[in-house]
């Protein structure tokens, strides 16, 4: 059971897909529970409702923007890359990356039709708060996501989901590392890679 | 396939280290070793570069990415369908049972690894586990042991051999076995030994029933990661990095578990030290 549940949990956390190790002010285990359980029930909302794909991607884009550090997490995965890049590359990465976050979204909206959220306890690991939760799919073995809450820009955003131990953000980051490095440490190569993995999801759609 | 072992990685591997696929890994690493083309390291004076090609620790990636292209071709033709149509005639409760079943008989193999690594919490736990589930569990179908407060840890040869402080060494990626280590790797050879069936008295019906469990096994540990290995496909600019990046966060995961869970504790019915 045990990696069954890590996988699926580590997909099931992908349309969050976020993180970063950055303003590291704590948020209290007690307000992060709140944050997650109504983010949570948010993206359940969504998910579950009768809006058509393309109505709940837009929902979900949304939602993501408000409770997500997505900049910072952005910045999280380029990486030591970041001192690599202009400053021209490096906002073109960001909005890349915002780009590819929500197509990853509406990939996924589909899968998780009649998902459900349940929020189990918080508590303070290193630098961050990380609430624990448990996702249910029809069909599914139960998948347990941890969720990474910091104080960002003085609210609470998730900078990481994490299952079983695994980071989606450093997963993300070795993933965007390898490509940058199979290509002679060019940050446009990775830039490159992006727009192409966004005209697949345009051209898919 | 690549995907299956990728993500599956030991759980899953449970039973690929039975008879069927141990025998395989020999040739398997030599024919690595023989067609095994380095990665070229950047400058040292490209500091963030040569830094990336260091963490990634993966000097044969080229043969790696081979054996990974050659998995990934048999998965979608073989495993994959195979898979989708065992989801198409089961339900999660079946395949849930037959994921219980499996686990069971790999406990008594976890026993001696945790023995061997110096956890006997753990092993405890994983004895208490066998003889709960296969009498009570009714052979290990059912997994009340995690109810009664037993919950499986898993392990493996090559984290025996992390807790003996032997490091991971470099990555390696092995045909029909997935992603693995220079350290990792010899759990498949240990593996494929210590199963009860590998002990029991040779026989046609155990074979029989050797190979199909192996078998069953094999595609129900796929059927459950049709989703996110789809999605994996889908949305990681390099799978293979993910799939890489993936393993070697849960292998220290793993062993992070383990002796979180070694940790001694006083029965309540031991009376406590007066304090001072």
Redesign the interface.
Known sequence: ????R???A??AG?PMLTAASFAHAQVAPDAAKTFIDQAGQQLVTIVNGSASTSQKADQLRQLVDQIVAVDQVGDYVLG??K??ATADQHSQFLALFHQ?LSY?IT??IK?YQGITFTVNSASVVGNDTIVDTTITRP???PADVGWAVDQVDGAPKIVDVIV????LR??TR?????????N??QVSA?LT??QS?IDRHKAAN | MQKFSSLCVKRSEKSLKTRILGGLAVPCLMLAGLLSGCATAPAQSDTADYQAYIQQNDPIEPTNRVFYNINDTIDRYAFKPIAKGYVAITNQTFRDHVSDFVTNIGEPGRLIYFMFGGKPRDAGTSLVRFVVNSTVGIGGIFDPATSLGYPETDTDFGITLAEWGIPAGPYLYLPVFGPSGARDVFSIPAEYFLTPVEAAPTSTALKAFSYSETALHLVNTRAAFLDPIDQIQATALDPYATFRSLYRQQRASQLQLIDQRDTPTVPDWYSQPAQK
């Open positions: 059971m045990t990696y069954r890590f996988v699926l580590a997909f992908l030591r890359y001192n690599v590819l990853n990939y996924q899968a069909g599914q073995a079983a131990g695994t980071s450093i997963t070795n993933d965007y590392a390898s490509v940058v490095t199979s002679g440490g990775l890679a992006m993995q």
